[in-house]
């Protein structure tokens, strides 16, 4: 019973460790991936300002990336920093400008209330949606107006109508930045239709995301560049990179753990039924058939640990998926409860290599066994 339950505690914390760790990286890659994109294009230069040289959209490049086989989008977004005054305090803020064609999904997936700006070819929208941390802060809501101000030569002014606020968890993200028309970005640049601040380009596939941006750059004109999201969000990346780490030397552990049970039940047994062997030997059963019989008896033991181990990890996956009820600071971990991900390879890969690992360790134990134990010793310890 004490191996069963070792078993399945061990397995079922390598599941949930394993639906953990790939659901906080699946969460917050998808809201950093959210705030910018999987490629950014932009003029290849030192500035690291948010007033950067424009790029075109209507040079051949442009066309030629959208062919690309792993490349599912790709629209050009203005940005430019400015100053939010509200009822009672200021604050900066970057306005990210997009255009008609822009993929909303994941901002109306944060809306807390309200709806996302609406756009029109023929007119310029005033329209913009906020985070809710900036909202509080300004004191501000949804149909109010945003008075802001451009630092340039004249300083620019310009009134805009809070449509939507929102909240993705991501507070560095949230706290400043703005989402507004394209064209209202152009206009206070002096730049034509054609002219954004950066490209950004979804994928389809983000395991080929090196791949991609490799064939996006070979495309690209000498003085233009792209970068991927992982080069513009090292930091984080690194960070969620740790979580694998831990989960390796989890592994070993309880691995070890399990296996160290396995071996004193099975030498246990052995013990315990000493004399079976005898009579077992007496009758002409060879030293392969007992070991086996002691590795079926493992592995029957083995396969009722990972039966209730696997029950109890999916079961609570299920639980905290559906209801979260672990919750966690966003302002520390990205999310706001813990992110689960079950996914069907990582649990199978790991009922059956923990079933290897064990059944070839206890070939050892038991062939000792098996080959150590003497007849007539054996017949004499009834």
Not at 160 to 179: A, S
Not at 291 to 300: A, D, E, P, V
Not at 305 to 311: D, I, M, P, R, T
């Amino acid at each position: 019973m004490i191996s069963i339950i070792s078993v399945a505690l061990g397995i079922s914390i390598l599941i949930i460790a394993f639906a953990v760790t790939t659901g906080f990286k699946s969460e917050i890659r998808e809201k950093i991936i959210g705030f910018g994109s999987h490629l950014e294009i932009e003029r290849f230069d030192n500035n690291d300002s948010y007033e950067s040289a424009p790029v075109y959209t209507h040079l051949n490049f442009y066309n030629h990336i959208k062919t690309l086989d792993n490349v599912l989008a790709i629209q050009p977004i203005a940005i430019k920093a400015g100053i939010a005054r509200g009822e009672k305090d200021i604050e900066g803020v970057v306005f990210k400008g997009v255009g008609k064609a822009y993929n909303a999904s994941f901002f109306e997936k944060h809306l807390l209330k309200g709806r996302f700006i609406q756009l029109e070819d023929s007119s310029l929208s005033n329209e913009i949606i906020i985070s809710e941390l900036l909202a509080n802060k300004l004191q501000l809501d949804t149909g109010q107006r945003l008075l802001s101000y451009f630092v340039q030569n004249p300083v620019r002014q310009r009134v805009f109508k809070i449509t939507g606020i929102y909240n993705t968890g991501l507070g560095t993200y949230d706290k400043n930045t703005v989402i507004c028309d394209i064209a209202q970005i152009q206009r206070l640049n002096t730049w034509e239709e054609t002219q954004a601040s950066v490209i950004e380009v979804l994928i389809k596939d983000f395991d080929k995301i090196n791949i991609t941006n490799d064939q996006v750059n070979d495309i690209l004109p000498v003085d233009m560049q792209s970068n991927t999201i992982i080069e513009r969000n090292r930091d984080i990346f690194d960070w969620i990179d740790l979580f694998n780490q831990n989960v390796y030397i989890l592994i070993v552990l309880i691995v070890i753990i399990t296996v160290v049970s396995l071996i004193s039940t099975q030498l246990t047994i052995s013990l315990e039924h000493i004399t079976t062997i005898g009579i077992l030997k007496t009758l002409g059963c060879t030293n392969a058939g007992i070991r086996n019989i002691f590795l079926y008896i493992s592995l029957r033991i083995l396969g009722l640990g990972l039966f209730f181990g696997n029950s109890i990890a999916l079961l609570a996956c299920y639980l905290q998926s559906k209801f979260d009820i672990i919750r966690l600071n966003p302002e520390s971990y990205y999310v706001s409860s813990v992110p689960i991900e079950v996914v069907f390879w990582q649990v199978l890969l790991i009922n059956i290599t923990t079933v290897v690992i064990c059944m070839v360790i206890l070939v050892f134990p038991s062939y000792f066994v098996a080959k150590k134990t003497k007849t007539i010793q054996a017949l004499h310890m009834d």
